[in-house]
Every structure is written in structure tokens, then in C-alpha cells.
């Protein structure tokens, strides 16, 4: 296989634009409910103090000296600067390096005897400028004098010498086993902006959200993928140093490149430099055993700070990103950078990394074209993701994602392994994962979910994850309560689960500390509307270790199975809220509905509001509390007998029973109101049985001015009712174009004689909210209040209403 610094161009134009959809697809990015994303958050606790960022060596050895070089025979002095090309006098340099390095001996097998000895170029201080790129043959190492001191930079007249290139690459001829690479202690500037990026703090870049000036004021005199930093080789070392005003990857890890160090590196865009949004760190292409460490990533990066496409034993350790949602904004973005992605990776190794206002993401490399190296899908698996602390991400804090893609004849992939490949245009390899363990992370002020896993398909997952040992607070600091992941929509939550069978969720820590809470659940198990859904999931460690939730919305486990449906409409006037009934689901009748300000309960309301909102019934007629009306209002059907019951009520303490003559069903009718042609209205009914449930239908009488009746009433038959609650029901229609009047209009189906029902709580609206709640008594704003409809057991998603 022949290997290149620069991969091909159809895999960078790939990256470029699937770049939305992965992070849509990575991130659970579309919200339901939620307020922006990108807002600066007030300083709640010295955690949300964001790392330092300093251009100070953490573990790198102090840079080679003028001394060191002259001492060693393997060393030769680069010319200075000279203030205009200086790549005719660096190549020089660079040859000379190669004749004195000494290559690795090896054996009969191909293993390394005697280590390679390789020759350095010093570079002087002061600022090199390439009208083309410097290639190091193997065993050449290239050393500044500092990081502030020796500056490599492009000469942006000449950027077609960089188009898909790079100011410093391995000579991509050239493959030598045992060879050794570093490039250290110095700047690679871009310049992006001309003459920008000196090692001087700015918060913002000079010009943010503007093409590179080399691209012009429309981005169409260069290419967009033209000036990258540097694309290592095999056994290459890039350490301490500074990438800056870069419009291309600014390092590149690429087409089987092995045993790779990026260490104590420093990405950022000060003096007035800016950025392409291509990764930081970036690659992929079957690169193996590459170790990403120390590094720092200015809250001035434009991209994700690491970014790998089809990897194996990938380490990230102990790195710092910061990623401000100030800079997005200035640039005229919604998305901020600094995420780590890993798409499509096997065996990694992501620990002891503090991010702030960025995410952790194991996903599969399915956001790209199906062609190429992309045609098969891996899944991520056997990784380990442990000891990060994840401060403010924009979403969730870490997340997995488990796909695949349907072939042109609609199956999916074929499963096969890391080294399984397709071999026909009609199919693809799905590589399946799982065993990926999430353990000992700080995850807080997450925008929305702190640990999601989630799937769109079932094959994709053979293996159960391990999740356990976490602390998580704060979840959905950026305002949201429900989102759709585009595989499924979860509730906002500690940790959340949609796909795999046996995962285990043990031992972890979810709390909510401010006194607006915004953690719903603790663990979150299953996802609406979801093309997966987890099994067997083990939430007990082997040494009884439990999940534990403080001061959460709701509960310490949500599991969607059981859930209802949330109400519709939420609106507010003043201090009255109203809402739309929650459809009925088969087996989760609604219990009834439960008021939340700023995370506190304030309203609980079993089976509904007492009073429904803008009821065209008469008090008498809706709840039968007056004893002397009875029943008036309301005419009997077909084997009906209606009477007042003073003894159990939906509402207070009365209800009107329903004792039917024979088989079939009963029914009754309200009195005739006039209508309004066009007119959406909804009835409302709640009703419990005295022994058998069946089938109870809310609906409408419209008569027009023909005297024709048209008899409508809904067919949810999850509306049954039960002995044990009140079963509620609820129909919304138009009324038809020649309607002259409407009247509610009852049915209980599959009824038998002698059999009892009781209704309650009946209505009869120009609209479509038939449940209301008023705060008692004024409240400070702005507030939010959340709405969520409640069986036995479960919660609906919240719906949600902000009051200024």
C-alpha cells in the first residue's frame, strides 16, 4: 500500500461536509425543549474556573541549545531567516541531516536490533517562510530554539504548493522501518491571517468568522483544505509546538501510520490569528498506536480539538480544552469547537482529560460518504473512556453511538471484524461494538444529558458497556428537558441508555446543586420513538454497588417503557398555565398531571384540574357535586340508565353512574350549543369501572342546517378504564363547514347488562386545552415551568413553558 502525507482529496471534501451532521448525529444535538446553547454561564463554583492555557513546557525537556548542537556530530545548524523564502536553504539542511543519520539494523524478521540514530536540523530564532512544503526524510528530526522563538510559517502567494498539504510532513516516499522522527520547540503559523498569530493572549481573534485572507473577503481565490501544519509519519514525535492561524488540519495522523507521539503541543489562534474549522489533531485511515498527551487547547481553536477516522489503540490522555461559547458566537457559529470525536475506533484509551465546554465521542465513521474506507462501519469497541472531567459542554458530556446503513437493497451490513473488508459493490462489513467501559469521570453543567449510549440499530452492539464509578451534576445546565438524539429522544438526565443487552450501570454519583435543579433522572433507560431499546441492563455492581441520585427533578430511574405521553400546548397567561390532555397509551393510563417551577413541585393534580379551562359546560353538568341538578343536562342512549352518585368522584366526591340495560355499549349526550363552523372542539371525560374496563370514547354531535347529525368520537382504544382509577378521554375536531350546533357525546363500548360505570370531570371546549393550573399566589421571574403527565409508575417528558 503506498502512504501519503496528503490523503486523498475526496476523503478532506468528505470531512468537510458530512462536518454538520456528524456533530448533529454525535452530539444529540436537536432540541425539543431548550434554551441556547452558546451563553456564557455565571461562575457557580470554582469548577466552573476553566484551565489555564500557557505555552510552558508540562513534561517537554528544555529546547535543544546552540552548545548542544555543536557537541554533536549528528547535528546541523540551519541558515537564519532571511526575511523572504527560505525553503531553498532549508532543503539543504535537511539533506545533509539524512546523510548523517544512521538507520536501524534489523533482524531476518524485521525487528529492531540496534535503534536508528537520527541527525537534527536546529533551526535558529526568528520567523522561516515556505513557498512549498518541508518534507523530512526518516530519521530527521527538525528543532526550533523555542516555542516563542523559531516560527515556521507559509507564504500564502504560493498556497497551491499547499493545497492538500502541509508547512512540515514525513517524506510520504519514503517508509523506513525503525526510523525516528521529532519535530519540537517551535511555532507553524498559517497565517491565516497575514502576519498574525504572535504568542500574545487575546480572547478573540482579530477578525472572527472571516475567510483566511489568502482565501479572499469570498473564500474563492484558494481552496478551502490549503495550508495544513504538520502530517506525521511512522515513529514521529511532535512535541512542544504551537499551532496557530492554520485554514487545514494542523496535525495530520493519516493512511497506516504507526507508534505516533503528540505531546505537550499548543493549539490556539492569539495575535489576532485565526483558523479553518478543520480537527486539531486529526486522522485516521488504520493509524495505529498513536498517543495524543499533555497538550493544551486554546478556547481560540477553531475545530475539534481531536478528531480520529478509523483507528486502532488510540491514547488521549491528559489534555486541556477549553472551547468558549463567546468565540463560536463571534464567528457567526452555533457550534462551539474543542470536541473529541473518535469515529470508528477500536481499543482507545481516553483518560485524565479536563475539558471545558467541550464533549467526549465515541461514534462510528457512518457520518461520511459510504465509499472508501468509509464503505464499512465500525462500531466503537473495547475502549475505555475513564478520569476526564467535562465541564460545561454544549450537550452531553460523553456520548456512544452505535450504526450502521441500509445497502441499496435496503439490508444492512455484514457483520465482520477490525480486519474483515467488503469485496462487492452491493454490501458492506459492520464491525459491531460494545465493550466499552465509561468509569471515574466528573461530568458537570452539561447542556443536556451528562452519559448518553444510544443506537439506530440493534446489530450494531454485540458486546454489553460498563458505566459505573461516575459523578455527574448538573445535568442540562443549558436549559433543555427533552431532546432527539435522531435515534430515539431522551429526557434530560444524569446518564441515558437506549440500546445494548446486559449493560451495566453501576456505582454512580448523579446530584443537582443549584437551587434552579435541572437533572430529571438520574439514570435514564430507554429513548422515545427509538429504533432500539436496552435489555437485561445490570444496574447493581458485584459488591452491591447502587446508583445513587440527590436532588433530582424526578427520580433516580426513567424507564420510557412505562412512560405516558406528555401534554401538548403548554401555554401561560399571567399565572395560569393550560394544557392538552396526553394521549392515552395502551396499559399507562394517565394518573394525572404534575406542576414543576425551576425543578420544585408546586401543583399536583390527580386525573386533572378540577376546573376545566373555558368549559362550555355548566359546573353542574361537568362535576355533579350539586346534588339537586342530578343529572340534568345530560340525556341517556340506547340500554342507559344515567343517576347521580354521591359517593366517589374524580373530582370531589360525586360522579354520574352509567348502568347499562344489555350488551353493546353505553352512552349519553350533553345539550345542544351553537357552533361555530370551523371551529376546532375538544370533549374531555374521565371514567372508572365498577368491574370490567372497556373502551371509553370521548366524541362530539354535529348537527347542520340540514338537520343532518354527524356522530364522531375517538378511536384510541387505549382508553380503557379499570377499577382501580379514572380512565381519561379526550376528542378533538372542526366543525364542518354547514355545523349549527355541537354537543358532547359519550360512548363506553363492549359493555354487558347490569354492568356500572362512573364518569366525571366532563367537558365540552372551543379549543383544544382542557386542563389548567394558577400559581396561588405571585412568584419572582422570569421562572420556567414544567408540565408532565404521570401513571403509577412513570412520568411523561416534560413540557415546558419560560415566564418573563
Known amino acids: 500500500m503506498t502512504d501519503t502525507a496528503r490523503p486523498r482529496a475526496s476523503r478532506r471534501e468528505g470531512r468537510r461536509e458530512a462536518a454538520t451532521a456528524k456533530r448533529l448525529a454525535a452530539a444529540a444535538l436537536l432540541p425539543l425543549i431548550s434554551l441556547p446553547v452558546l451563553v456564557s454561564q455565571p461562575a457557580q463554583a470554582a469548577s466552573s ?56 539494523v534489523l533482524d531476518a524478521g524485521g525487528a529492531v536490533l540496534t535503534p536508528a540514530r537520527p541527525a537534527t536540523v536546529l533551526l535558529s530564532s526568528g520567523t522561516y517562510r515556505l513557498s512549498r512544503g518541508l518534507q523530512l526524510p526518516p530519521n530527521v528530526n527538525l528543532r526550533g530554539r523555542g516555542i516563542k522563538d523559531t516560527t515556521v510559517s507559509m507564504i500564502t502567494a504560493n498556497w497551491q504548493n499547499f493545497n492538500y498539504g502541509y508547512l512540515i510532513s514525513w517524506d510520504f516516499h519514503t517508509r523506513q522501518a525503525g526510523s525516528s522522527n521529532l519535530v519540537s520547540d517551535l511555532t507553524v503559523n498559517g497565517n491565516c491571517r ?58 495530520w495522523v493519516g493512511d497506516g501510520v504507526k507508534d505516533v507521539r503528540i505531546v505537550d503541543n499548543r493549539f490556539d489562534n492569539w495575535g489576532g490569528a485565526e483558523s479553518g474549522d478543520e480537527d486539531n489533531v486529526g486522522g485516521g485511515s488504520r493509524n495505529d498506536n498513536v498517543v495524543v498527551e499533555y497538550n493544551q487547547f486554546d478556547k481560540t481553536i477553531h475545530g475539534n480539538s481531536f478528531d480520529f477516522t478509523n483507528a486502532i489503540r488510540t491514547t488521549v490522555r491528559r489534555n486541556t480544552v477549553v472551547s468558549d461559547g463567546a468565540v463560536a458566537t463571534a464567528r457567526g457559529e452555533r457550534w462551539s469547537s474543542g470536541n473529541m470525536y473518535l469515529e470508528g475506533l477500536v481499543q482507545a484509551t481516553v483518560a485524565d482529560n479536563v475539558l471545558h465546554g467541550a464533549q467526549i465521542s465515541l461514534k462510528t465513521n457512518g457520518g461520511y460518504a459510504h465509499s472508501g474506507e468509509n464503505k464499512d462501519i465500525t462500531n466503537p469497541r473495547d475502549s475505555v473512556v475513564s478520569g476526564n472531567r467535562i465541564s460545561y459542554p454544549g450537550e452531553a458530556g460523553i456520548v456512544v453511538v452505535y450504526d450502521d446503513y441500509r445497502d441499496a437493497d435496503e439490508t ?93 450501570i453501576y456505582g454512580n454519583t448523579i446530584a443537582d446543586r443549584p437551587a434552579k435543579r435541572t437533572t430529571w433522572y438520574g439514570i435514564h433507560l430507554g429513548a422515545r420513538r427509538a429504533p432500539t431499546a436496552p435489555t437485561n441492563t445490570v444496574l447493581t455492581g458485584p459488591a452491591g454497588e447502587t446508583n445513587t441520585a440527590t436532588r433530582v427533578i424526578a427520580s433516580t430511574y426513567h424507564r420510557v417503557g412505562q412512560a405516558p405521553e406528555a401534554p401538548n400546548n403548554l401555554m401561560a397567561d399571567g399565572r395560569t ?162 355545523a349549527v350546533s355541537v354537543q358532547a357525546w359519550y360512548l363506553i363500548e363492549g359493555t354487558v347488562a347490569g354492568e356500572v360505570h362512573l364518569v366525571d370531570r366532563l367537558g365540552l371546549v372551543a379549543g383544544t386545552r382542557t386542563q389548567q393550573w394558577t400559581e396561588p399566589r405571585r412568584q419572582a421571574k422570569p421562572a420556567a415551568y414544567h408540565v408532565v403527565a404521570y401513571t403509577a409508575a412513570e412520568n411523561s417528558t416534560p413540557s415546558t413553558v419560560a415566564v418573563s
Open 577 to 738: 398555565l393550560s394544557w392538552e390532555e396526553s394521549y392515552a397509551l395502551e396499559g399507562r393510563p394517565i394518573a394525572g398531571y404534575r406542576v414543576y417551577r425551576d425543578g420544585r413541585v408546586v401543583g399536583d393534580l390527580p386525573v386533572g384540574s378540577a376546573t376545566i379551562p373555558g368549559n362550555l359546560l355548566t359546573a353542574d353538568e361537568s362535576s355533579f357535586e350539586n346534588a339537586a341538578a342530578g343529572t340534568a343536562g345530560w340525556t341517556a342512549g340506547f340500554r342507559t340508565t344515567l343517576a347521580r352518585v354521591g359517593t366517589a368522584g374524580a373530582v370531589g366526591t360525586s360522579a354520574m353512574s352509567l348502568a347499562s340495560s344489555g350488551t353493546g355499549e353505553v352512552s349519553f349526550a350533553g345539550r345542544k350549543m351553537a357552533a361555530t363552523p370551523g371551529q376546532l372542539y375538544t370533549s374531555v371525560i374521565s371514567a372508572q369501572a365498577q368491574a370490567a374496563g372497556r373502551w371509553v370514547r370521548a366524541g362530539l354531535k354535529f348537527t347542520t342546517a340540514t338537520g343532518k347529525v354527524h356522530n364522531l368520537a375517538t378511536n384510541n382504544r387505549a382508553t380503557v378504564d379499570a377499577t382501580t382509577g379514572w380512565m381519561t378521554s379526550n376528542y378533538t375536531v372542526e366543525a364542518p363547514a354547514d
Open 194 to 251: 497575514e502576519g498574525a498569530g504572535a504568542p500574545s493572549r487575546r480572547d478573540l481573534p482579530g477578525r472572527p468568522g472571516a475567510f483566511c485572507d489568502f482565501r479572499g473577503p469570498k473564500g474563492d481565490l484558494a481552496s478551502t483544505n490549503a495550508g495544513g501544519g504538520i502530517a506525521v509519519g511512522d515513529r514521529w514525535t511532535v512535541r512542544q509546538v504551537r499551532f496557530t492561524n492554520l485554514e487545514y488540519f494542523k496535525v
Open 412 to 504: 444492512a451490513g455484514t457483520v465482520g471484524g477490525w480486519n474483515d473488508k467488503s469485496t462487492v459493490d452491493t454490501d458492506h462489513i459492520v464491525r459491531p461494538g460494545g465493550n466499552n467501559v465509561i468509569r471515574d469521570n466528573v461530568v458537570q453543567y452539561a447542556g443536556r444529558s451528562g452519559i448518553l449510549v444510544l443506537g439506530s440499530h440493534g446489530h450494531a452492539k454485540d458486546a454489553p458497556d460498563t458505566i459505573t464509578g461516575n459523578l455527574v451534576r448538573n445535568s442540562g445546565w443549558g436549559g433543555s428537558t427533552g431532546y432527539d438524539t435522531g435515534a430515539g429522544f431522551f429526557d434530560t438526565a444524569g446518564i441515558g441508555l437506549s440500546i445494548g443487552d446486559g449493560d451495566r
Open 49 to 104: 474556573t476553566p484551565p489555564g492555557y500557557s505555552l510552558t513546557a508540562t513534561v517537554a525537556p528544555p529546547a535543544m541549545s546552540v552548545r548542544d548542537c555543536r557537541t554533536d556530530a549528528s547535528c546541523v545548524f540551519a541558515p537564519d531567516p532571511s526575511g523572504s523564502d527560505d525553503y531553498a536553504a532549508l532543503k539543504p539542511a535537511v539533506d545533509r541531516a539524512a546523510k548523517l543519520a544512521v538507520p536501524a
